[in-house]
């Protein structure tokens, strides 16, 4: 089966509206012939280009108009094709977890991989490298707590935040975060210590 042919398999198999990156198709065949083949599905209409090394299967909503993957599924196609952990920006879990009103102005996301940005119609997915250790919860709720902790800062994490995040996460994600501890800067540990002699006192 030459490349062309078996990426056009694997393409027909790919979900309608779901991004995907060249690195899906390693193993079928030079960089080069990957490349040349995508071009020509693009050419014909099977795929589309939506990004510098992003496609797509072209998803048509009604009365014809094309619908663009949601920017977490670009996030997390980008990251996956590098081997990277992504999180949702702090900004957004701060706004998730009532500590701001304000919506962020861009799509923006922690990766422990390269920082880049991808335009996606009118709007732009930025990836921003962090440190690991703001990625050690990535992927669950426990993690977007963590990404606002970071966010909110020295000045504004209190005793009382760890009190409000125990109040919307379950307890065992709650209890992930506090199992945390090794990752989490002097100030975060002295709130989240300030909300455990606090819990012991109610107790």
Same mark, same amino acid.
């Given at each position: 089966?030459?490349?062309?042919?078996?990426?056009?398999?694997?393409?027909?198999?790919?979900?309608?509206?779901?991004?995907?990156?060249? @690195?899906?198709?390693? !193993?079928?065949?030079?960089?080069?012939?990957?490349?040349? &083949?995508?071009?020509? =599905?693009?050419? $014909? *209409? #099977?795929?589309?280009?939506?990004?510098?090394?992003?496609?797509?299967?072209?998803?048509?909503?009604?009365?014809?108009?094309?619908?663009?993957?949601?920017?977490?599924?670009?996030?997390?196609?980008?990251?996956?094709?590098?081997?990277?952990?992504?999180?949702?920006?702090?900004?957004?879990?701060?706004?998730?977890?009532?500590?701001?009103?304000?919506?962020?102005?861009?799509?923006?996301?922690?990766?422990?991989?390269?920082?880049? @940005?991808?335009?996606? !119609?009118?709007?732009?997915?930025?990836?921003?490298?962090? &440190?690991?250790?703001? =990625?050690?919860? $990535? *992927? #669950?709720?426990?993690?977007?707590?963590?990404?606002?902790?970071?966010?909110?800062?020295?000045?504004?994490?209190?005793?009382?935040?760890?009190?409000?995040?125990?109040?919307?996460?379950?307890?065992?994600?709650?209890?992930?975060?506090?199992?945390?501890?090794?990752?989490?800067?002097?100030?975060?540990?002295?709130?989240?210590?300030?909300?455990?002699?606090?819990?012991?006192?109610?107790?």
């Amino acid at each position: 089966m030459s490349t062309a042919q078996a990426i056009r398999e694997r393409i027909s198999a790919q979900l309608v509206g779901e991004p995907f990156t060249p @690195a899906i198709f390693a !193993g079928l065949g030079s960089r080069a012939a990957i490349d040349q &083949a995508l071009m020509r =599905l693009t050419r $014909a *209409g #099977r795929i589309e280009r939506i990004g510098h090394g992003l496609y797509v299967v072209p998803k048509v909503g009604r009365f014809g108009v094309k619908t663009l993957p949601a920017p977490e599924q670009i996030a997390q196609t980008l990251a996956e094709a590098e081997g990277a952990t992504i999180e949702i920006h702090g900004a957004e879990a701060a706004r998730r977890f009532g500590f701001s009103t304000q919506m962020p102005a861009q799509a923006v996301f922690y990766t422990s991989g390269s920082s880049r @940005a991808v335009r996606l !119609g009118k709007m732009t997915v930025r990836l921003q490298h962090v &440190a690991s250790r703001k =990625l050690v919860l $990535a *992927g #669950r709720p426990a993690g977007q707590a963590l990404s606002a902790l970071w966010y909110l800062g020295r000045h504004q994490v209190t005793s009382g935040t760890f009190q409000r995040i125990a109040q919307k996460l379950a307890p065992t994600e709650f209890q992930a975060l506090c199992s945390a501890k090794a990752s989490m800067p002097a100030w975060m540990l002295e709130a989240l210590r300030g909300y455990e002699r606090s819990e012991v006192t109610h107790v």
